[in-house]
């Protein structure tokens, strides 16, 4: 089994930055999936960012050119930098996991909050 542990989350004013990261740990075969989704109060849970093993990248509307994905193949962890933050970026921030092989798997981490003060 997989398991993920989300850290950097935290309290930021409007405009400033944070960097949330994501380790995996357990059986981790070569080609999988991490990213991030978040969920504000009230809201469905949508995707901010995911990037392949290969380093393939796809963002949510509303945080291109702001949030940047990354990874570190080697240590399995992934990472958001956050800039430009905005009060409507509130939220809890997931992590998650998708590898296809040897079989599907699907892991989420336990959330870690972001607040943006305006």
């Known amino acids: 089994q997989v398991q993920l542990v989300e850290s950097g989350g935290g309290l930021v004013q409007a405009g400033g930055s944070l960097r949330l990261s994501c380790a995996a740990s357990g059986i981790i075969f070569g080609v999988n999936v991490m990213g991030w989704f978040r969920q504000a109060p009230g809201k469905q849970r949508e995707l901010v960012a995911r990037?392949?093993?290969?380093?393939?990248?796809h963002y949510g509307d509303s945080v291109k050119g702001r949030f940047t994905v990354s990874r570190d193949n080697a240590k399995n962890t992934v990472y958001l930098q956050m800039n430009s933050l905005k009060p409507e970026d509130t939220g809890v921030y997931y992590c998650?996991?998708?590898?296809?092989?040897?079989?599907?798997?699907?892991?989420w981490g336990q959330g870690t909050l972001v607040t943006v003060s305006s």
């Open positions: 990037i392949t093993t290969d380093r393939s990248t």
């Open positions: 998650n996991f998708v590898s296809d092989y040897p079989r599907h798997l699907e892991v």
